[in-house]
Structures are given as structure tokens and as C-alpha cells.
């Protein structure tokens, strides 16, 4: 086992920007906003370097797939603990248009190269909530998932997760190499020490382009339109719960 | 193309060292990470609870063992005695960052920096350096900085503190003023005249545990403004301290201090450039959101010039404090940037959260937002670690060097 674990980091919109549609409702403003590492990726890092700290896995890769600026992503997952970094270099219409098909085709491509044991990933993104790729991954390499992960734990060549589900809580037990990706309550992530963000400086990241791996970034997908949401209406107050259904029959609700 | 990125390189080298200029227009990527990474806690842990602690005057203990464990406490030690072996610009955006959440935790961090281990890094020994400061990186433990007397202050070559020798034991006796920290640090760097006929030359510096026989504190003063940091006398009474806590040569005391506070100024500077910016980002976002007159004021061009000035202020204040810590960085001499940095920051801090009170009005003037707490925050930076006074002073003996007047 190569104790090589691939994590990804996705940069996004930071979560505390207001989103604004652009004017041709092509997609959303993204010049001049303010992005930051996905915040399930941060869990996922975080995790990955907990793992490396008890000595259960041997080498944290960060990857990004992304234009240059996803270099700045990488640089903080090596500040909090990752050893060096691989950006898969994708920009203009190819990373407009990146979807998780082509992501988990490139993870699939660096984990064989790689030969990582393990790969985690945030749950999902919080700019496209997809919650995909890391389904994906696992299906295109044949490897075990286990998703919504709150609690992770090696045993051996095993893995023993606990995901969260709609019904509350699910134990189950992997085989290794796999792929997990992180919920909300895995884990709290670290600030990066000062020295770590120094050491950060002198770790490599590696850039390939998604030709190099044998991928096809083309998508399948055409994004027809972005629009606001609706505003949202005002509510009403009813006296009853007769006038309650009678509204609701004449909004066409029941 | 290529002939301007050879000539700008030629330029950037042309400052020695690895520090330029060009700094200043855009700071390294480490640099820019740190400065996010102090901004993302600052956001999360200091904004939220920053009132309550000013309210409360509550010492914010487990959040500075956080930035402790970030390294933040110690920044310019070596990583081999525990701190974050980074320059002195990292430490004023880190200082700037942390003061913007919360500028009491603020002052906690730039006294153990600056006024603690900055000295015992400068002018102690090897032996002195394991002692005091290694255990003083991870916030733990805090140090203090024990110069003004109830009788001095910016006069600071009188003073009246006594420390004269028995046997093998130094013997202090004398009362020190406002001293930030006291009430929570383990230790203090305490000025003491060894010989009062040198005046000023007679001033020696001294280690002191805390507590301490012999060593007592004061009432905590009630401040206006950052109140979650204690500020208190300490009084000495026939404290004894073995010879080898004396810090430096005997009779340094004045230089050493003189030479602290120089560059405690940019770690005070960068202080009050968090209370700025805070007052700056309370007004901008009150303006956004406030309408009168049928619009948002940041609309009425009352409101966009107060801004306007806000932010001039903040950044030229800014860049004088950057130049200051890149001098430093480089062994240039940076006394006159320094006091111009804390001058400019310091009046940029109060101009700001005066108008910041200004554009919120009503809501300015009360507890519910937190323009009220950057104004009386702001009052002190003009005040400690040099008055603007003796900063306009010490900029004009540079002036009346280079001049030669």
C-alpha cells in the first residue's frame, strides 16, 4: 500500500459573498469576487492531514483542476499539512464548462498514477452543489465509496465510516483503496500555522494538463440559462385552519 | 515587454536584500495567504465575541492559545525556540488583521511581540532567550513591558525605579504605570536605574517573574477602550532577582528601551490600522444599507467623501507602515518611518471611527454596533507606546539630521 492519499480542493466563490447573476444570465459574476477553498474541501484536507498525523497514511496530494489562481487553493491545503500539490491546468470555455463527469475522469486518471490508497473529497461544491464527483470517481475506478462521511477510521486495510443519511446515522465498513467524501461534522479545520504557511512556499505543485491524463474535458452539458431566484413572495395569515385549506385548494397546494 | 520586467527586476534589486519596493504594490504570496488566514480567525473568532469582552473586560485567554498555536504569538522568534521565524511586514499584517476582529486581543499580541520578546530576542542571551522566551510562544504565557512610572511617561530618562545590588541579588524597588498585561502575564521586562547620577545612561533592564515576591499589582484600570486587556501599575517592594536576570550591559536600560519602542511603533501602527479598516467596513456597509431621502445614503456625496477620506487615510497609513517593517526587515534604519507610521495610523484610527460614528448616526452612538467601540478603542493608540507628541519629535530630530539644521 503506497500510504498515498488524493485530496481535492476545489476554489469556489467564497461563502460569504452575495452572488450576482451577470446581466446576459450566462452564469455568475466572478471577476473581481472574492474565492476561497470550498469549504467541504477544507474538511476533506483537514481530514487527510489528521490521518497523516496519526501515522495511518504516509503522503497528502492536494489536487485542483482549474486555471492558474486554483495554484493559490493547492497552497493552502500544503499550509495546512498537504505535502505538494498537482494542478490540473484547465481555463477559458474548458473550465466554464468543467463539470463533475470530467473532474472524476481526471481524479480517476491521477489516482491509477498516483496508485493513491485513499481519496477524499468534500461532499460537494458550494457553488454548483452537485454532490457527484466523488460518486463518479469511485464508479469509473470500481473502488468502494462511502459518502456523507462524519466519522472516518482505518482498521487495517479497512475502513470503518459513519455517514450521515436522511434516516440518521449509517455504519459501514470498506475495503481500501476507496474513495470518502466529507460532511459537514467530519471535522473542524485547522488555521494554518505561520511556519506551515512558510513550509507551504517550498512544497512543489506539479501542473498537467487534462490531455496528459488521457482526458476529455469536452462537456455534454450546455448551460441554457442563470437567473435569480424568485423574490420571495409575502406570506398570509389565516384565521382558521377551514380558510387554511381553502387557500391552499385555490393555490392549486392540495 | 521583456526589457521592462529586466529593467523592474534590476530596480528591485537594487535594494539589498530580498526586500523591495514592489512590495508594497503587491505583497508575496506567503504573505497574502497569512494575511488570510489571520483575517479568516479574526472573522470567525474575535468579530463575534469582541463586544462581549469589551463589555465584560474579560482577558480572551483561549483565543490567545488559538493564535498561540498559529504561531501568531511569537512571530519573529526562530522556529527553534518555538516561533514563526517570519519578518516584521507578516507581523504588521497579522497585527492589522487580528486588531480588526478585536483590538484589545490586539494589544495582547503586539505587547508580547514587540515589547516582550522583541528585547529579550535583540539583547539577551542564549541562556536568557530559552528561559523567557520559549515559553512565551504559545500563549501560554504573555509577557509585559514595565517603563512609564506614576511620575513619567514619554519623560521616560526619569525614572525613579531603584535597583541596587546586594550580594548576588538585585534589589527593585519603585511603582511602574499603566503596564498592559499585567494582570495576566507571567512576566516583565521592568526599567530601573542602577545609577541616578548617569540620568538616563544609569537605566538598566530586568527580567522579572510574575508573580514575584516583592512584586504586586495594581487596581485594573477601568479604560475607555480596550478593556479586555488589563492595564494596571506593578509595584516593587524589595523584589530580589538573581544579578543574571539583568537584561543587556548595565546602564542600556534607556537604549534598549528606545530601540523596543521603535519597533513596537509598527506592531501599534498596524493596530491601529485593524480599528480603521473596521471603522471604514462598518461605515461602507451602514451607508449600503441605511436609506434616507429615497436611497441608500452611500448615494449622497456627504457620505461618499467621508469614505473617500476614510480610506485615504487608512491606506497611506498603511504603506508608511509597510515601508517601516520592510526597512526593518532589510537592518535599515526605520526610527523616522516608524514614528510616521504611528502617527498616521494612530490619527487615521480616530479620524476613522469618529466618522464611521458620523455615518451611522443614531446607531453610531449606541452598543448595538460596533462603531462605538472602535471610537473608544481608537483613542489610546494615539496615546501609548509613544504619544503623538514625542512621534512628531522624533520624526523632526530625523528631519533636523537630514537636513542638517
Redesign the interface.
Given at each position: 500500500m503506497s500510504g498515498r492519499v488524493l485530496v481535492g480542493v476545489k476554489r469556489v466563490i467564497d461563502y460569504a459573498v452575495k452572488i450576482r447573476v451577470k446581466p446576459d444570465n450566462t452564469g455568475v459574476v466572478t471577476d473581481g469576487v472574492k474565492h476561497s477553498m470550498n469549504p467541504f474541501c477544507e474538511i476533506a484536507v483537514e481530514e487527510a492531514v489528521k490521518l497523516k498525523e496519526k501515522k495511518l497514511i504516509k503522503e497528502v496530494v492536494a489536487v485542483s483542476c482549474g486555471p492558474q489562481q486554483s495554484q493559490e487553493t493547492i497552497r493552502t491545503a500544503l499550509a495546512m499539512g498537504a505535502d505538494r500539490g498537482i494542478h490540473v491546468d484547465v481555463s477559458g470555455k474548458d473550465y466554464e464548462n468543467l463539470g463533475p463527469l470530467q473532474v472524476s475522469k481526471i481524479l480517476a486518471a491521477l489516482a491509477k498514477q498516483e496508485d493513491a490508497q485513499l481519496i477524499l473529497l468534500g461532499k460537494q461544491a458550494i457553488d454548483d452543489d452537485c454532490n457527484q464527483t466523488g460518486q463518479m470517481t469511485a464508479a469509473l475506478l470500481d473502488w468502494p465509496q462511502g459518502t456523507f462521511a462524519s466519522e472516518v477510521s482505518l482498521e487495517g486495510d479497512k475502513i470503518n465510516l459513519v455517514r450521515e443519511i436522511d434516516g440518521g446515522l449509517e455504519h459501514i465498513k470498506i475495503n481500501t483503496p476507496a474513495v470518502i467524501t466529507a460532511d459537514l461534522r467530519l471535522n473542524t479545520p485547522r488555521y494554518a500555522t505561520l511556519p506551515n504557511i512558510m513550509k507551504a512556499k517550498k512544497k512543489k505543485i506539479a501542473t498537467v494538463k487534462p490531455a496528459d491524463l488521457g482526458v476529455d474535458v469536452t462537456s455534454r452539458l450546455e448551460v441554457l440559462k442563470v437567473e435569480e431566484p424568485p423574490q420571495r413572495q409575502a406570506g398570509m395569515k389565516v384565521e382558521t385552519v377551514e380558510d387554511l385549506v381553502v387557500k391552499l385548494k385555490e393555490a392549486g397546494r392540495v | 515587454m521583456a526589457a521592462l520586467f529586466k529593467a523592474r527586476r534590476a530596480l528591485s534589486s537594487f535594494f539589498t536584500g530580498c526586500r523591495s519596493l514592489s512590495q508594497l504594490a503587491e505583497l508575496p504570496?506567503?504573505h497574502q495567504?497569512?494575511r488570510?488566514?489571520c483575517r479568516?480567525?479574526a472573522d470567525r473568532e474575535l468579530s463575534p465575541i469582541a463586544a462581549r469582552l469589551d463589555k465584560e473586560h474579560v482577558y480572551p485567554a483561549k483565543q490567545i492559545q488559538?493564535l498561540g498555536?498559529?504561531?501568531?504569538m511569537a512571530?519573529e522568534v526562530p522556529?527553534e525556540l518555538g516561533g514563526?521565524?517570519?519578518d516584521y511586514l507578516?507581523y504588521s499584517l497579522?497585527m492589522e488583521e487580528i486588531s480588526r476582529g478585536c483590538a484589545s486581543t490586539g494589544v495582547v499580541v503586539s505587547v508580547n511581540n514587540s515589547l516582550y520578546i522583541g528585547p529579550i530576542l535583540k539583547f539577551g542571551t542564549e541562556e536568557q532567550k530559552k528561559q523567557w522566551i520559549q515559553p512565551f510562544t504559545t500563549g501560554e504565557k504573555v509577557g509585559c513591558f514595565a517603563l512609564s512610572e506614576p511620575g513619567n511617561g514619554s519623560d521616560a530618562g526619569a525614572a525613579s525605579t531603584i535597583a541596587h545590588q546586594e550580594g548576588d541579588e538585585w534589589v527593585v524597588n519603585g511603582t511602574k504605570a499603566w503596564i498592559t498585561n499585567s494582570w495576566d502575564a507571567s512576566a516583565a521586562i521592568v526599567f530601573a536605574t542602577t545609577d541616578k547620577t548617569l540620568k538616563h545612561k544609569g537605566i538598566s533592564a530586568f527580567l522579572v517573574p510574575m508573580p514575584h515576591p516583592g512584586l504586586s499589582l495594581g487596581k485594573k484600570e477601568d479604560k475607555l477602550g480596550i478593556r479586555a486587556s488589563s492595564t494596571a501599575n506593578i509595584i516593587l517592594e524589595d523584589c530580589r532577582i538573581p544579578l543574571g536576570y539583568m537584561l543587556g550591559p548595565r546602564g542600556s536600560g534607556f537604549k534598549i528601551a528606545m530601540q523596543t519602542l521603535d519597533s513596537g511603533r509598527i506592531g501599534i501602527a498596524a493596530q491601529a490600522l485593524g480599528i480603521a479598516q473596521a471603522s471604514l467596513e462598518c461605515a461602507a456597509d451602514y451607508a449600503h444599507k441605511r436609506t434616507a431621502f429615497g436611497a441608500p445614503i452611500g448615494k449622497l456625496q456627504a457620505i461618499q467623501f467621508k469614505l473617500a477620506d476614510m480610506a485615504v487615510a487608512i491606506e497611506s497609513a498603511r504603506l508608511l507602515t509597510w515601508k517601516a517593517a520592510l526597512l526593518r526587515d532589510s537592518k535599515k534604519a526605520f526610527t523616522k518611518e516608524a514614528a510616521m507610521a504611528k502617527l498616521a495610523a494612530s490619527e487615521a484610527a480616530t479620524f476613522c471611527s469618529h466618522q464611521a460614528i458620523q455615518v451611522l448616526g443614531g446607531m453610531g452612538y449606541v452598543t448595538d454596533m460596533p462603531a462605538e467601540r472602535h471610537y473608544r478603542d481608537a483613542r489610546i493608540t494615539e496615546i501609548y507606546e509613544g504619544t503623538s507628541e514625542i512621534q512628531r519629535l522624533v520624526i523632526a530630530g530625523q528631519l533636523l539630521k537630514e537636513y542638517q539644521l
Open positions: - | 504570496e506567503t495567504i497569512l488570510q488566514t479568516d480567525y488559538e498555536a498559529m504561531g501568531v512571530m522556529e514563526a521565524g517570519m507578516a497579522a
